[in-house]
Structure formats: structure tokens, C-alpha cells
């Protein structure tokens, strides 16, 4: 046996021994993450399937081993190719050059290392901090946990304040530390982000900050009562941009809460909560009706308010004289509610209710201008 083929042999073996053990490495290392690779999903929507990622898996390592194959291959060639004296020069300068390029990149990987260390690090805390968020808003959301001077209904907002604050700090972190983040190609897509958040963001920023600003306040919850503006409904969805009630048509409408925040809000159901609710209705009479008439009247309507009404008798029904005119009062009959989301049912079976006392009493629910002509017309 020659040298030559000797070297030969010398070369493969190491080759072969290091090819086996990458197999066998890369084959354990696959059988404990690919278990761990589901389907990405956004609620139903499939993002990436667990099959595609066991196979992106599979083809790095695929890769990372042909490169290995390569890369000794190319090593024992070369110290084979030095064995001939016709093939040494090249041979040597196809060493060196090797040589550079592999010191290059272990040397770029070990400078890499701390980076890569930091990266780790933070992931691992980030997920730490995400999951005692959730923990422990999840907590105080069932009521398991209490927090002084802190809203159940706090819970939710802040957890997602929490979670977007988390992801953007360590997003923060690990951009810079990525490999080329420093490249012109890296900065200039940086800038044309910003750019185009700077410009596009600026109504939603502040959708953002009222939105925050209404969770904050405890204006109304979900399935509140409230009048927002001209629009009266029930609250169905409050986000951190928009704010979706249905009215009592069954109308969906959504509102801005940057609108929300400039106009007025006003909650029916926090006040029935307190007990504190009334609906009022008001009816125009001449003077020729006597006034403690017309009051028994309008309590007589108010004092049975049957399956089709809902307002209270405790607190009582009172009636006001809201105003007097050259020719009319008005009175307004109040009712205490409990029930804010019957608000049609209840106004439509007090005006019924008003509507029979009053023909039952006599009472002429004409304005004081249609009597006053009739009784011209009688003359």
C-alpha cells in the first residue's frame, strides 16, 4: 500500500466517523423537537401547519449535513492533492485558503456567542413574564386573586397592555443583536416602518389613548345600557380603537373612542344597579283640567305595570309639574327601573297605560290649541 492511498484511507475515516456521528446527533435531536411542532393557529385560521415545520426542520439539517460533507471532503482532497508534486502548489493554496475561511467563520461564530446568549436569555424571560401574565390576570379576571384599588374589568385590557409592552421590549432587545442588523438594507426597511407608522398611525394613536382612557374610567362595561352621543344600545364590544353597541333595533354602530371621549356618555345600567334609575314621560294639559286630577291619573296608570311593563313600584311613581305655559303644564310621570335593556317595552306600556286612564277619567289628550279652536268652533 502506497502513501498516497494511505493518506487516502487516513482522510476518509475521520470523514466518515464525523458524517455517522452528525447522523446520529442530528436523529436524537430531531426525535425530541419535532414532537413539539404543532399547527400554528390564530383562533380557527391555520398559520403553519406542524407537517411544513417538521419538514423546514428536516431540510435545515439536511443542509447543515451536506455542508459538513462538503467541507471535510474538500479537506481531505485538498491533503490528498499535496501528496503530488504536480497538484501540491494548488493544492497548499486551496489548504490556506480553506483554512481562512473556515477560521473566519468559527471566529464569527464565537464572537456571535454573547449575543446569541443574550437573545436566549431574553426569550427565556419573555416567556417567563408571559405566562405570570397570564397567570395572574387570568386570576384576578375569575376573582381568585384581588388586587387593591384594582377592577375586575381591568383584567383583560391589561393583559394585553402587558403582553404588546413585553413583545415590544424584547423585540427591542433582539433586533439590534440579530446578524447584519447593522447592513444599509436593515436600516433603510427600519426607516421606511417608522416612516409609515408615523404617517398612518397618528388617528389610531389617538383611538388608542381614549380607548385606554375609557377602560381606565370604568365609563361602561359590555352589555351596559348607555347613550353615547345620539346612539342608545348595548354595549357588545369595546376594543382599544372602537367602541360597537346595538341599538334597540337591532342596529350594530360603531363609534370611535376618540368620539366617545369627546361627547357625552351616559350609563343606564350602572345607575339601576345603584338603584337609582328612572324613566320619565311627560304630557302636555290645559289648565282646565284640574292638576290633582290629572296627577291621580298618571299614578293610576303607573301603578300596574303588568308582564308587558317593568318599572318598579318601590321606589313609588311621582309626578312632577315640569312646567307651566301660557296655555299648558307639563307633567312628568317618573318610574324607577331595574331593567335598562326593556327601555322600548317599558316607555310603549307606560304611554298604553296613560293613554286608557286618561280616556277612562275623561281626559282629553288633545294640545290646548285643537280644544281652544273647538271650543271657538262650539260658539
Same mark, same amino acid.
Given at each position: 500500500?502506497?502513501?498516497?492511498?494511505?493518506? #487516502? #484511507?487516513?482522510?476518509?475515516?475521520?470523514?466518515?466517523?464525523?458524517?455517522?456521528?452528525? @447522523?446520529?446527533?442530528?436523529?436524537?435531536?430531531? !426525535?425530541?423537537?419535532?414532537?413539539?411542532?404543532?399547527?400554528?393557529?390564530? *383562533?380557527?385560521?391555520?398559520?403553519?401547519?406542524?407537517?411544513?415545520?417538521?419538514?423546514?426542520?428536516?431540510?435545515?439539517?439536511?443542509?447543515?449535513?451536506?455542508?459538513?460533507?462538503?467541507?471535510?471532503?474538500?479537506?481531505?482532497?485538498?491533503?490528498?492533492?499535496?501528496?503530488?508534486?504536480?497538484?501540491?502548489?494548488?493544492? /497548499?493554496?486551496?489548504?490556506?485558503?480553506?483554512?481562512?475561511?473556515?477560521?473566519?467563520?468559527?471566529?464569527?461564530?464565537?464572537?456571535?456567542?454573547?449575543?446569541?446568549?443574550?437573545?436566549?436569555?431574553?426569550?427565556?424571560?419573555?416567556?417567563?413574564?408571559?405566562?405570570?401574565?397570564?397567570?395572574?390576570?387570568?386570576?384576578?379576571?375569575?376573582?381568585?386573586?384581588?388586587?387593591?384599588?384594582?377592577?375586575?374589568?381591568?383584567?383583560?385590557?391589561?393583559?394585553?397592555?402587558?403582553? !404588546?409592552?413585553?413583545?415590544?421590549?424584547?423585540?427591542?432587545?433582539?433586533?439590534?443583536?440579530?446578524?447584519?442588523?447593522?447592513?444599509?438594507?436593515?436600516?433603510?426597511?427600519?426607516?421606511?416602518?417608522?416612516?409609515?407608522?408615523?404617517? &398612518?398611525?397618528?388617528?389610531?394613536?389617538?383611538?388608542?389613548?381614549?380607548?385606554?382612557?375609557?377602560?381606565?374610567?370604568?365609563?361602561?362595561?359590555?352589555?351596559?345600557?348607555?347613550?353615547?352621543?345620539?346612539?342608545?344600545?348595548?354595549?357588545?364590544? /369595546?376594543?382599544?380603537?372602537?367602541?360597537?353597541?346595538?341599538?334597540?333595533?337591532?342596529?350594530?354602530?360603531?363609534?370611535?373612542?376618540?368620539?366617545?371621549?369627546?361627547?357625552?356618555?351616559?350609563?343606564?345600567?350602572?345607575?339601576? /344597579?345603584?338603584?337609582?334609575?328612572?324613566?320619565? @314621560? &311627560?304630557?302636555?294639559?290645559?289648565?282646565?283640567? %284640574? !292638576?290633582?286630577?290629572?296627577?291621580?291619573?298618571?299614578? *293610576?296608570?303607573?301603578?300596574?305595570?303588568?308582564?308587558?311593563?317593568?318599572?318598579?313600584?318601590? %321606589?313609588?311613581?311621582?309626578?312632577?309639574?315640569?312646567?307651566?305655559?301660557?296655555?299648558?303644564?307639563?307633567?312628568?310621570?317618573?318610574?324607577?327601573?331595574?331593567?335598562?335593556?326593556?327601555? #322600548?317595552?317599558?316607555?310603549?306600556?307606560?304611554?298604553? /297605560?296613560?293613554?286608557?286612564?286618561?280616556?277612562?277619567?275623561? @281626559?282629553?289628550?288633545?294640545?290646548?290649541? @285643537?280644544?281652544?279652536?273647538?271650543?271657538?268652533?262650539?260658539?
Amino acid at each position: 500500500m502506497n502513501s498516497a492511498t494511505r493518506l #487516502l #484511507l487516513q482522510a476518509l475515516v475521520p470523514l466518515l466517523v464525523l458524517d455517522l456521528s452528525f @447522523i446520529v446527533f442530528s436523529s436524537r435531536l430531531r !426525535a425530541r423537537i419535532e414532537p413539539r411542532l404543532q399547527d400554528l393557529r390564530l *383562533q380557527k385560521v391555520t398559520l403553519l401547519s406542524g407537517s411544513w415545520l417538521r419538514s423546514c426542520l428536516r431540510g435545515c439539517f439536511r443542509v447543515v449535513h451536506w455542508t459538513l460533507r462538503l467541507t471535510l471532503l474538500s479537506v481531505a482532497l485538498t491533503l490528498l492533492g499535496t501528496q503530488y508534486p504536480e497538484t501540491d502548489q494548488i493544492a /497548499r493554496q486551496a489548504l490556506e485558503w480553506l483554512k481562512t475561511r473556515l477560521l473566519s467563520v468559527l471566529l464569527s461564530c464565537w464572537n456571535y456567542l454573547p449575543n446569541l446568549l443574550t437573545i436566549l436569555v431574553t426569550l427565556l424571560l419573555t416567556r417567563g413574564v408571559l405566562k405570570l401574565n397570564q397567570l395572574l390576570f387570568s386570576a384576578v379576571e375569575r376573582g381568585d386573586v384581588t388586587l387593591p384599588g384594582f377592577s375586575r374589568h381591568w383584567a383583560q385590557p391589561t393583559r394585553q397592555i402587558v403582553l !404588546a409592552l413585553t413583545l415590544l421590549v424584547t423585540f427591542s432587545i433582539i433586533l439590534p443583536l440579530l446578524p447584519g442588523a447593522a447592513s444599509p438594507v436593515f436600516r433603510g426597511a427600519s426607516f421606511l416602518v417608522g416612516v409609515l407608522l408615523s404617517l &398612518g398611525s397618528g388617528q389610531a394613536m389617538t383611538n388608542l389613548i381614549s380607548g385606554l382612557s375609557l377602560t381606565y374610567s370604568n365609563a361602561f362595561h359590555i352589555q351596559d345600557v348607555v347613550k353615547i352621543g345620539e346612539f342608545t344600545g348595548v354595549v357588545m364590544e /369595546r376594543t382599544l380603537l372602537v367602541t360597537r353597541i346595538r341599538n334597540f333595533k337591532n342596529e350594530e354602530i360603531t363609534i370611535p373612542n376618540q368620539t366617545v371621549m369627546r361627547g357625552n356618555v351616559v350609563n343606564y345600567s350602572s345607575s339601576a /344597579r345603584e338603584g337609582g334609575l328612572l324613566f320619565h @314621560i &311627560g304630557i302636555t294639559l290645559g289648565y282646565e283640567v %284640574p !292638576a290633582q286630577r290629572v296627577v291621580d291619573v298618571l299614578l *293610576q296608570a303607573a301603578s300596574q305595570p303588568g308582564e308587558e311593563g317593568g318599572w318598579l313600584l318601590q %321606589p313609588a311613581p311621582f309626578v312632577l309639574h315640569e312646567r307651566l305655559e301660557g296655555s299648558w303644564v307639563l307633567y312628568e310621570l317618573n318610574v324607577a327601573v331595574n331593567r335598562p335593556e326593556r327601555m #322600548l317595552d317599558i316607555y310603549s306600556a307606560l304611554r298604553r /297605560r296613560i293613554l286608557d286612564c286618561c280616556h277612562e277619567a275623561g @281626559i282629553e289628550m288633545v294640545t290646548p290649541n @285643537i280644544y281652544a279652536l273647538r271650543e271657538a268652533l262650539k260658539d
